[in-house]
């Protein structure tokens, strides 16, 4: 009705300020509701743990709904993708990965050119606040890949023409256990010498048949986490990101080697490494509520768990990350609060990092 009245589709108001006002304002409602339906059944109050509070006319003022939303706060969004497929060149896999996320319905003819790095600059830079961004890799372990450096770093000049210079940075793929290590490590050596890199980016449970953890605690898994972090230490920079997390993507034992069970102790053995856990341990389907201090540790508990034991808090080398997690639960306020109340209670506001894992759901 509202977009009705302003004289746009559905599709060009929800991609506004006051379609964002909207819907913020929708799960605000849902969420008192469902706690007015809980407290009348068990016979007591219940408060939401979380809510948004959006005025009326910010759903149909963009004035009102920018003095609520909009603001001069300087945005970092240190996970970003985009893909670059040549006709042909992109495995099943891959593309069944990209033409999951909502993006995939862009409107291009073939799904896969919603991906491309000119959509990508249109949505994290023309249609959001970002300021600066990270291309971060994913896990791609064949030739061509869609996401390559080369294919960053001309992503990188496209932002620069566009943008102005330095507001994009790139990250560095490793895969320490597909191959020798020591061909890892030069591997390495030489993407520093040919582009800025400026974190290391790593998956432990891809590909699912050589697992692995950073820090080799696991008999059964490939041993070459520790040897990546001496690496790390001699040629820099000194900073990982590390998924962890969203197990469901990479085989049968993804799950297990997408804990971050090994951040902790790895944290503390590497204390000058900067670690980044990228989703923050989350799992999606799984029940975010207050921490438990015993029993076994599921979702984000995992991580806060492995700090806990290892005495990382908001002094320490390790940084939550946001990507995708935010997406998926800031739908569930009451869950989104215990997610960032246990990210802040053992991290502290200095050491969350904002990122959106766009380009896969569109504007960040």
Not at 18 to 43: D, H, N, P, V
């Amino acid at each position: 009705r509202i977009a009705a009245r302003r004289g746009v589709d559905r599709r060009v108001f929800l991609k506004g300020l006051c379609g964002s006002a909207t819907m913020l304002s929708m799960l605000a409602a849902c969420s008192k509701e469902s706690a007015s339906t809980a407290s009348s059944t068990a016979g007591s109050t219940t408060v939401p743990a979380g809510t948004f509070t959006v005025p009326t006319e910010a759903t149909t003022s963009t004035t009102a709904a920018g003095e609520v939303l909009g603001g001069a706060e300087f945005i970092f969004d240190v996970q970003t993708h985009l893909l670059e497929t040549a006709p042909g060149s992109v495995g099943d896999a891959i593309s069944a990965f990209a033409l999951g996320f909502p993006y995939a319905s862009c409107g291009e003819g073939d799904a896969l050119d919603c991906f491309r790095t000119d959509h990508w600059l249109d949505e994290v830079f023309a249609r959001s606040d970002t300021a600066m961004a990270v291309i971060s890799a994913i896990p791609v372990v064949v030739d061509p890949n869609p996401l390559s450096t080369a294919v960053m770093a001309e992503a990188k000049r496209a932002a620069e023409q566009v943008c102005g210079d330095g507001r994009i940075l790139l990250h560095g793929q490793v895969n320490p256990n597909v191959g020798e290590v020591a061909e890892t490590a030069d591997g390495m050596r030489a993407l520093v010498g040919e582009h800025p890199i400026a974190a290391w980016k790593a998956y432990t449970h891809i590909p699912g048949n050589r697992p692995w953890f950073l820090d080799d605690h696991d008999p059964a898994a490939v041993q070459c986490g520790r040897a990546f972090l001496d690496a790390v230490m001699e040629i820099g920079p000194r900073i990982v990101c590390v998924h962890k997390g969203f197990g469901g993507l990479g085989g049968a034992t993804a799950f297990d080697y997408a804990s971050p069970i090994d951040i902790g102790p790895i944290a503390r053995d590497y204390p000058d490494i900067t670690f980044v856990v990228y989703h923050s341990g989350f799992e999606s389907g799984g029940a975010e509520g207050p921490y438990a201090p015993s029993g076994t540790p599921r979702g984000v508990d995992r991580f806060i768990r492995t700090l806990r034991d290892h005495e990382i808090g908001p002094e320490g080398n390790v940084y939550a990350e946001l990507g995708s997690t935010w997406r998926l639960i800031m739908q569930n306020p009451d869950a989104a609060g215990h997610v960032l109340g246990k990210l802040l209670t053992q991290l502290g506001p200095e050491r969350i990092c904002w990122g959106t894992d766009s380009i896969w759901y569109g504007s960040p």
